[in-house]
């Protein structure tokens, strides 16, 4: 009994100093984050401009992975695809949008154009 008693007056004063104490564990969580979306800008804007009009999809899509947006459709007898990469931040929030991404048109699997992806519209193309 009196082991128990000289226990419980140890333990309780430090459990209830402890109440208010927080260990952060990795750092500025938020900073990581973020680079990691600056470094996949930065090695979709370089594997990007390394690709050619006329490329294949299947070639594009194997060298820069899955798309953020994708898009399928036919338009006059042509299959449509669109491919959506974030290239750039734009909104603080770290979610992306199209607007910070650099589409890629595909016309029949071939490549027909890029551009910035906040200016892309199904009148595009050709």
Known sequence: MKKSLIALLVAAPLTFSLTGCVVAVGGDDDHAFTSGFTDREYNNRKKIARINLGASYG??????????????????????????????????????????????????????????????SRNTGL
């Open 59 to 120: 070639d594009v899509s194997r060298d820069l992975g899955v798309a953020d947006f994708n898009e399928n459709y036919r338009k006059d007898d042509k299959n449509i695809q669109v491919l959506f990469y974030r290239t750039n931040r734009v909104h603080k929030d770290d979610l992306t949008t199209k607007d910070e991404c650099t589409y890629l048109y595909f016309v029949n699997g071939e490549l027909k154009e890029t551009g910035q992806g906040g200016d892309f």
